[in-house]
């Protein structure tokens, strides 16, 4: 079992930034890549930003050049540096956590990202 918490998620003005961190425990030694997702209400879950194990970053293109994504290994912390925020970035913003071998998904309990006009 990985357990994921969240931390980070606030009240923003358009044009700022946050930084959401996931520190994950359990059977850390299980996980492979891990990432970000996010969900606006009455919107379906989409995905933000992913990371594998090796490093490798993939991002939506909504965000492309605002987030990044970045992981502390040895402190089992995957980070979000969320830049030029934009009302539209307003959601849920979840943490999830897939298995090296693929078969099982974790996924944190949310944190709230609000950006004001």
């Known amino acids: 079992q990985v357990q994921l918490v969240e931390s980070g998620g606030s009240l923003v003005q358009a044009g700022g930034s946050l930084r959401l961190s996931c520190a994950a425990s359990g059977s850390i030694f299980s996980i492979g890549t891990m990432g970000w997702y996010r969900q606006a209400p009455g919107k379906p879950r989409e995905l933000v930003a992913t990371?594998?194990?090796?490093?490798?970053?993939k991002y939506a293109n909504s965000v492309k050049g605002r987030f990044t994504i970045s992981r502390d290994s040895a402190k089992n912390i995957v980070y979000l540096q969320m830049n030029s925020l934009n009302p539209e970035d307003t959601a849920a913003y979840y943490c999830?956590?897939?298995?090296?071998?693929?078969?099982?998904?974790?996924w944190g309990q949310g944190t709230q990202v609000t950006v004001s006009s």
């Open positions: 990371i594998t194990s090796g490093g490798s970053t």
């Open positions: 999830n956590a897939e298995t090296i071998a693929g078969s099982r998904s974790y």
